[in-house]
């Protein structure tokens, strides 16, 4: 069964904590992407993936890190310097050519702060 | 689950009438076009894509039209279903480096 997963479903921090989202494809797509969504908001992204061992900062980097040591996995760190984390997380991935091409899904972190 | 979108701007249809949904992109050198579907605590799941080489595209029930001259993008559904019940975001490819830019969302209600 090919596809994206994220673990956990649901998330609970406390204030202070960092906790880390999995992200993981057996689609064998070189690109993988980090999104927040907040209600009544669009997707903004936070870092993405292009190849192995390299990623860069999206629009929203600040009080999160990745890393990329497997081309199947990009889990995402957020980190005590996020101050607002409350959001639904969702990961992406995608085959890496030129003229764009379609990101897939996986079903979504929701974190929540306590 | 928390509602995806609580200020997003909504239509509602009736069961088995025919839903458009707009989406107007920012990039005039977007070459790339992609519609998703997200139901409420769920991953947006892919609909239909359509490139700029082409103004329109049909899929199962769905159609994307593209007007390059306005920058528009439309979803036309057809014979919507209690199913069809999410927010639509489009997608378009207005960045560097194969990245999506993402519209805002509309939520689409449909009344049996």
């Known amino acids: 069964d090919g596809g994206i997963t994220q673990s956990p479903k649901y998330l609970f921090r406390k204030e202070g904590q960092n906790v880390t989202l999995s992200c993981e494809q057996n689609l064998n797509h070189d690109a993988m992407y980090w999104y927040r969504q907040d209600p009544g908001q669009g997707l903004r992204l936070i870092y993405y993936s292009q190849i192995v061992n390299d990623f860069q900062k999206g629009d929203i980097a600040e009080g999160y890190s990745v890393s990329r040591e497997k081309k199947e996995s990009f889990p995402l760190t957020v980190t005590s310097a996020q101050k607002n984390p409350t959001a639904f997380y969702l990961c992406?991935?995608?085959?890496?050519?030129?003229?764009?091409?379609?990101?897939?899904f996986g079903p979504g972190t929701r974190l929540t702060v306590l | 689950g928390e509602s995806v979108g609580l200020h997003l701007p909504t239509l509602s249809v009736q069961e088995g009438d025919n839903s458009i949904i707009n989406c107007a992109y920012s990039?005039?050198?977007?070459?790339?076009f992609i519609w998703y579907k997200q139901e409420s605590g769920k991953g947006p799941q892919f609909i239909i894509d359509?490139?700029?080489?082409?103004d329109k595209r049909q899929g199962q029930r769905v159609t994307v039209l593209l007007n390059k001259t306005v920058k528009h993008l439309s979803l036309q559904i057809a014979a919507t279903q209690p199913g069809d019940s999410a927010v639509y975001f489009c997608a378009e490819n207005s960045r560097a480096g194969n990245m999506l830019t993402f519209g805002g969302g509309t939520r689409l209600m449909v009344k049996p």
């Open positions: 359509i490139r700029s080489n082409m």
């Open positions: 990039n005039s050198a977007s070459d790339y």
């Open positions: 992406a991935s995608s085959s890496y050519g030129p003229g764009g091409d379609t990101q897939y």
